[in-house]
């Protein structure tokens, strides 16, 4: 979407203090200078390494007709190179403002979507089913904070129909924040789990947070839990619409009202049966049955046909970094590295050890961060699940490797196959050393530590055919990944 300087100043609040031309014309808005083009408005904001006002002047000289910027920036820098300049209080604030303007003058049924784990997978396959009948639009890559979802509710227009938001949170009032920038119809909590426990205070914190979205839902909505959780009783409580639970208990133990009565993994293909109905998906794990039922529930909500839904369904494409596998030319990988919690490793190790193969199946993890005083527990259980999994070997990097590492030996795993790294050099020498045709390799770990690189080494290997390509000199391979919390 595009905006007049007009309808930007009237819905944020803003001065307009210098006008050199831009007149009535729709501008679009950029927020990285580095992405401007003519016909755009730059806007600064302060992000989190950056200060956006830093770059004015190098958006100005990218094309940008117009610059919105905080009026104390303005006072202190001056204007004089800004061309046509508006001034607000408090850029973030003022770019949320006119996202919430704009979702209000459409009338689009927005689809909020928050949980530990799983958000963007349900987020995709949902969008692969409603747009096979509904003009949707759903957040782009990991656009689910205070800048992200402004940004997507910036690209509503009146041919849409349904759009759905990721909503992510790292604290408590956080989701209640975006929310009321989206004003969600209908939500989805796909679940409730460690995952930045140490940021909200524990995990009853992580609950009331998610619980934010069940607040903000209208009354005529829906909303979707997994009532296989134990915390979907206290997440309905605080609902005022229709709830509904979703999962693969019986009803009479859960109060699940859609049930996954068969799933069976065939290669990457997933069958879920739900009423009777078959839905095939490709997805490499059991624990995407959860994404499927989620789907399947709401675009029920929404008049879709299981023949429709089977269709949409078959069109999802999974994730990048979301057990997506690689075949290389010795072995496969499953690339789970985008990030990482208890819960999604716990669902990674069973992916593995389910995994069919000629060879050994190897699982490689990176710390699993933003756990406080979890973090130690945590990880001990992860090496406690390899254990009894049945895989063949345990590479474990980071600050938490030994705990990975005490929990599958103390479990009974083979020291000899289970190893601790803070180096990626030794780790990958080490998985150099073990590797054979036919083994499988599963990675994971959280974002900030980088476990992709394991997968770029692989693939750097496969394509080379050398079983150690500059592994000593390359710094992305040095690093380690102790950190603090």
């Known amino acids: 979407m595009e905006f007049s300087l007009d309808e930007i100043v009237a819905a944020t609040g803003g001065k307009l203090v210098r006008d050199d031309g ?82 209000s003058r459409w009338p689009v049924h927005v689809i909020g979507v928050t949980g530990s784990f799983g958000k963007t997978t349900t987020r995709e396959m949902l969008h692969a089913v409603l747009s096979g009948k509904f003009e949707t639009l759903r957040s782009s890559k990991n656009f689910n904070n205070q800048i992200g979802v402004p940004l997507t509710l910036l690209q509503l227009g009146l041919h849409h129909e349904i759009a759905i938001v990721e909503l992510g949170a790292s604290a408590c009032g956080e989701i209640r924040r975006l929310a009321e920038i989206a004003r969600p119809d209908s939500g989805i909590i796909t679940g409730t789990g460690f995952a930045h426990a140490a940021q909200f205070g524990g995990y009853k914190a992580v609950v009331r947070a998610k619980g934010e979205l069940a607040e903000a839902i209208p009354g005529r909505g829906l909303l979707l839990l997994c009532g296989d959780e134990e915390s979907a009783g206290t997440l309905a409580s605080r609902a005022t619409c229709k709830v509904t639970n979703v999962g693969t208990g019986t009803d009479r133990e859960t109060g699940n009202e859609l049930i996954a ?22 997805a490499a794990g059991r624990h995407f049955a959860r994404s499927v039922l989620f789907c399947v529930a709401m675009a029920r909500h929404f008049g879709m046909s299981d023949e429709e839904i089977q269709h949409g369904l078959r069109n999802f494409v999974p994730v990048a970094g979301r057990c997506e596998i690689r075949q290389l030319s010795t072995c496969t990988i499953i690339d789970d590295c985008y990030n990482s919690s208890p819960e999604a490793m716990q669902a990674a190790i069973a992916v593995l050890a389910g995994r069919v193969t000629r060879g050994k199946r190897i699982l490689i993890t990176g710390d699993m961060l933003l756990l406080g005083e979890h973090s130690g527990t945590c990880h001990h259980d ?49 998985l150099n050393s073990v590797l054979a045709d036919g083994d499988v390799i599963l990675i994971k770990g959280s974002r900030a530590t980088h476990m992709e690189r394991v997968v770029e080494w692989l693939e750097s290997r496969s394509a080379t055919s050398q ?3 500059n592994m000593t000199t390359d710094t992305r391979y040095q690093e380690t990944s102790v950190r603090t919390e």
């Open 22 to 103: 831009p007149g009535d014309r729709p501008l679009r808005i950029v927020t990285d200078s580095r992405d401007v083009t003519s016909d755009c408005l730059y806007w600064a904001l302060h992000g989190d390494t950056h200060d956006g006002h830093s770059f004015v002047e190098s958006a100005i000289d990218n094309g940008a007709v117009a610059c919105v910027v905080s009026s104390a920036w303005s006072n202190q820098a001056g204007v004089a190179f800004c061309g046509t300049v508006v001034e607000v209080d408090n850029p973030l604030q003022a770019l949320a403002d006119l996202a919430a303007w704009n979702r």
């Open 261 to 282: 009565t068969d799933i069976v993994q065939s290669g990457e293909q997933l069958l879920v049966t739900i009423d009777g109905t078959d839905f095939e998906v490709t």
């Open 467 to 469: 079983t150690a390509r």
């Open 382 to 430: 992860i090496g406690v699940s390899a254990a009894a999994s049945g895989i063949d070997h345990v590479l474990a990097f980071g600050r938490f490797a030994g705990d990975v590492v005490a929990g599958a030996v103390e479990a009974g795993f083979d020291p000899d196959r289970a190893t601790a790294h803070v180096k990626l050099v030794t780790l990958c020498s080490t």
